[in-house]
């Protein structure tokens, strides 16, 4: 239809004969408008519609083929992929809004020693947005309501996704070791108060802390709502309209894992995610509600503390990103150090030389040696416990 009025108005203008193409008037004026907005058109649909065939494709092609989509409840599923033999197992969870992409230089050292999974969080990656029961009664019939009391998209509601993920879906061997970076590692903290007597360790990466926006005038606050939550919404509204697809084809763009050596499968993903619309509104999610996230760890830690028996260990490096401003990073340091202080004491805080929150792909040895070093201290225990 488009095509036959768009040509059924040439020939409106081509009639009107030669005075109409010799005084380059009107008729001149109204071909060039029309090719104008057959440009228009095309700049804005095409876009998004390859977009979204390519992702159509992409989501069988590059689905890592050694993990699998665990049911955690009412059909969401999760991605989770595990690799060696436990006890224990070590369960590692990503930085703010990245997948388990982020531990592929780190896994495959641990797998050699003990069991290790990785997995995405709710929306992230492969993984299913939280999905949410509006039923109005809890019961048999309505599935129970009760998981709508853990708000999606904060640390609540994740250490209840993960609990369900490795203890339900799959039976994981416990003890379990968690490996958490920023708010990986607040996951780890709340799941370790939430189901104490499945954790042996935790190894905190560059952890998020619940007083960072108190400090320094609440600078990381000001950059955290007015800065990083507005490029991930523009980089979601790109996706939407294939936009992004064309910069990073242009080169405009990079995926964010960059400065290793990753598996081509690994790159091609990640540029996968950023040109995915709802993989984009998840980690704009993440971002957003972290301040829940923060309240909801301050009232745990005043129903109940890290058990005095969980190992604990805080890897930081010299900096939080040696590329962001010095009061970004001098604030972010100092929010480590007051979670050390405060809450554990008695923790091993480790800084790795030449790094910042990069390490878990620049820098992966650093890490896994670590792991290593508590699987290794806590079968000692287990070892001494079982006589």
């Given at each position: ?8 108005c040439?020939?409106?203008y ?7 193409s ?18 228009l ?9 390859l977009?979204?065939?390519?992702l159509?494709k ?6 890592p083929d050694?993990?699998q989509?665990?049911?955690?409840a ?6 989770k992929?595990?690799h060696?033999?436990?006890p224990?197992t070590?369960?590692?969870?990503a930085?703010t809004?990245?997948?388990?992409d982020?531990?592929e230089?780190v896994w495959?050292s641990?797998?050699?020693?003990s069991?290790?999974c990785?997995?995405d ?9 939280p999905l ?11 599935k129970?309501?009760i ?6 998209f ?12 490795i203890?339900?879906?799959s ?8 490996v ?19 954790v ?5 990466i560059n952890?998020?802390s619940?007083?960072?926006?108190e ?9 955290w709502?007015g ?5 991930f ?5 790109g996706?939407?309209?294939?936009l992004?697809r064309?910069?990073?084809i242009v080169?405009?763009?990079s995926?964010p894992?960059?400065?290793t050596?990753?598996a ?12 995915h ?15 829940e ?9 005043m ?12 890897l ?10 010095s ?11 007051n ?11 480790i800084?790795?030389n030449?790094s910042d ?22 079968r000692?225990?287990l070892r001494?416990?079982n006589?």
């Amino acid at each position: 239809m488009e095509h036959l009025s768009l040509s059924y108005c040439h020939r409106i203008y081509t009639s009107k004969g030669e005075q109409s193409s010799d005084s380059g008037g009107g008729g001149g004026w109204g071909r060039r408008l029309l090719k104008a907005v057959q440009i228009l058109i095309v700049i804005t649909l095409v876009p998004p519609f390859l977009n979204y065939a390519a992702l159509q494709k992409e989501t069988q092609e590059l689905r890592p083929d050694n993990g699998q989509l665990y049911d955690v409840a009412w059909g969401q599923k999760l991605f989770k992929k595990c690799h060696g033999k436990g006890p224990p197992t070590v369960i590692l969870d990503a930085p703010t809004g990245m997948t388990s992409d982020v531990w592929e230089l780190v896994w495959p050292s641990i797998a050699k020693f003990s069991r290790v999974c990785v997995y995405d969080r709710a929306g992230l990656g492969f993984s299913d947005r939280p999905l949410k029961n509006y039923s109005q009664s809890d019961g048999e019939d309505a599935k129970s309501n009760i998981r709508n009391r853990w708000h999606p998209f904060t640390i609540e509601r994740m250490a209840d996704d993960l609990n369900k993920l490795i203890t339900a879906s799959s039976q994981e061997p416990q003890p379990f070791i968690l490996v958490g970076a920023e708010l990986g590692a607040l996951v780890a903290q709340f799941y370790t108060q939430m189901f104490e007597n499945q954790v042996a360790g935790i190894l905190l990466i560059n952890p998020l802390s619940d007083d960072l926006f108190e400090l320094d005038s609440g600078s990381w606050e000001k950059h955290w709502y007015g800065n990083l939550i507005p490029s991930f919404q523009s980089l979601q509204l790109g996706a939407a309209l294939g936009l992004v697809r064309l910069a990073l084809i242009v080169g405009l763009i990079s995926q964010p894992l960059t400065g290793t050596n990753l598996a081509d499968d690994v790159v091609n993903r990640q540029k996968y995610l950023l040109c995915h619309p709802k993989h984009l509104s998840s980690v704009v999610d993440e971002y957003h509600f972290i301040n829940e996230s923060f309240s909801q760890i301050r009232t745990m830690r005043m129903l109940k503390t890290v058990p005095s028996n969980v190992s604990v260990t805080v890897l930081s490096g010299n900096y939080y990103d040696e590329l962001m401003p010095s009061h970004l990073n001098k604030a972010w340091a100092k929010s480590e150090q007051n979670l050390l202080t405060k809450y554990y004491p008695r923790a091993k805080h480790i800084v790795i030389n030449s790094s910042d929150r990069h390490m878990l792909y620049r820098n992966p040895d650093a890490i896994s040696e670590q792991v290593i070093k508590m699987i290794k201290q806590i079968r000692n225990k287990l070892r001494i416990k079982n006589g």
